[in-house]
């Protein structure tokens, strides 16, 4: 496990990924079950309250298309990195702090700039969004034609 990182290199490294993700036109599907199938149950109970056992079928039908329907949507990665809970920024900015650690930065800014100056670095800090991404939230990615 990597070492904690600080507050403020948090922030500073969420803007860089987020500023990365941008640049890239960088797009993510993320896969989710778990909302889908409580939607499905949800409208299948519903459905038996109004309509008996036929109800409870309509009902689990139509919430597992519902489900179906929104699981796959394409989001911004901005966008879904402004909205991960702070456990999980603190476990994305701790594997890309390994691929900045020998840079010297006072802010955000200064850290974008030295980053997206070295291919090599920008190259390893996107594969570690990519990573987190693919693995981490088992997203399907798309990026700007």
């Not at 499905?40 to 008996?52: F, H, K, T």
Request: glycine share 12%; proline share 3%.
């Amino acid at each position: 496990m990597l070492a904690s990182v600080s507050t403020v290199c948090v922030n500073d490294l969420m803007v860089l990924l987020t500023h990365i993700a941008t640049v890239i036109g960088m797009k993510a599907a993320v896969t989710r079950s778990r909302p889908g199938a409580t939607l499905a149950g949800a409208l299948a109970i519903v459905g038996g309250m109004l309509g008996g056992p036929p109800g409870i079928a309509v009902g689990g039908a139509v919430g597992g298309l519902i489900g179906w329907i929104t699981s796959g949507q394409f989001k911004s990665v901005p966008q879904i990195l402004m909205e991960l809970p702070a456990a999980e920024k603190q476990k994305l900015c701790a594997e890309a702090m390994a691929a900045v650690k020998n840079l010297d930065w006072t802010d955000a800014a200064q850290l974008i700039a030295l980053v997206m100056s070295n291919s090599a670095i920008r190259d390893k800090v996107l594969g570690v969004l990519t990573t987190y991404l693919t693995n981490g939230l088992n997203a399907k990615l798309k990026y700007r034609k």
